[in-house]
């Protein structure tokens, strides 16, 4: 499989609780992205790494929400004290730009579908 | 920030017609507008895009369009098949940030 890949595919947790909710990108793709789904939505930016450099954050909701990729290939979005309003598919894209202006195909992995109760 | 809309929301067409859907956005430095395909329980999956110097292209049974003066753009599927049922989303932006629709649940009856 040399697709995208996240993990868990499903996760329930109890309001309050801390998530984390992991990607592996294709192998050798430098960019990075995250997308919250919400039901019967189209995904919505997060955040933006490129290598181990988070570029762009300013799609995150709010300081509850973390994101990291310490190097460069594997990342990590975590949710500090969760609300049922996190309640969503959590996308994880990876491209590789040929150069910085470049636009190359985003690979979606399936998602992570997070339940708050 | 980049506002994307798009029409319409549902479409059932017969199997072998064409299916358009259209998509407008607001930020005139977007110059990337991609076609995405999703499947329930499945990540988004690209089947077209377009870029701001080009005003058509076509790939087979799908070919999309820009209108960079009205700011809107359209996808255009023919011969539909079963197949094709699936939820589509436009976007617009840059290689760094993407701004999708809300989505289009196309059914394509046999």
């Known amino acids: 499989g040399a697709g995208v890949s996240q993990s868990p595919r499903y996760k329930v947790a109890k309001r309050g609780q801390d998530v984390a909710l992991r990607c592996d990108p294709i192998?050798?793709?430098?960019?990075l992205f995250w997308y919250q789904q919400a039901l019967g939505q189209g995904p919505e930016f997060l955040t933006y790494f490129q290598n181990e450099a988070q570029l762009d954050k300013s799609g995150l909701p709010s300081d509850r929400f973390f994101a990291e990729r310490p190097e460069g290939s594997v990342s990590t979005l975590k949710i500090q004290r969760t609300q049922q309003e996190d309640s969503a598919v959590y996308l994880c894209?990876?491209?590789?730009?040929?150069?910085?202006?470049?636009?190359?195909?985003?690979?979606f992995g399936p998602g992570t579908r997070l339940t708050v109760l | 920030g980049e506002n994307v809309e798009q029409h319409p929301s549902t479409l059932s067409v017969q199997e072998g017609d064409s299916a358009v859907i259209k998509c407008t956005y607001s930020?005139?430095?977007?110059?990337?507008f991609p076609w995405y395909k999703q499947e329930l329980g499945k990540g988004p999956q690209l089947i077209i895009d377009?870029?701001?110097?080009?005003g058509e292209k076509k790939d087979q049974r799908i070919a999309v369009t820009l209108n960079k003066t009205a700011k809107h753009f359209s996808l255009h599927i023919t011969e539909t098949q079963p197949e094709d049922s699936a939820v589509y989303f436009c976007?617009?932006?840059?290689?760094?940030?993407?701004?999708f629709g809300s989505g289009t649940q196309l059914t394509v009856l046999p």
């Open positions: 976007a617009a932006g840059s290689a760094r940030q993407l701004t």
């Open positions: 930020d005139s430095a977007s110059n990337y």
């Open positions: 377009i870029r701001s110097n080009v």
């Open positions: 192998s050798g793709h430098v960019s």
């Open positions: 894209a990876s491209s590789r730009p040929l150069a910085e202006s470049s636009y190359n195909e985003q690979f």
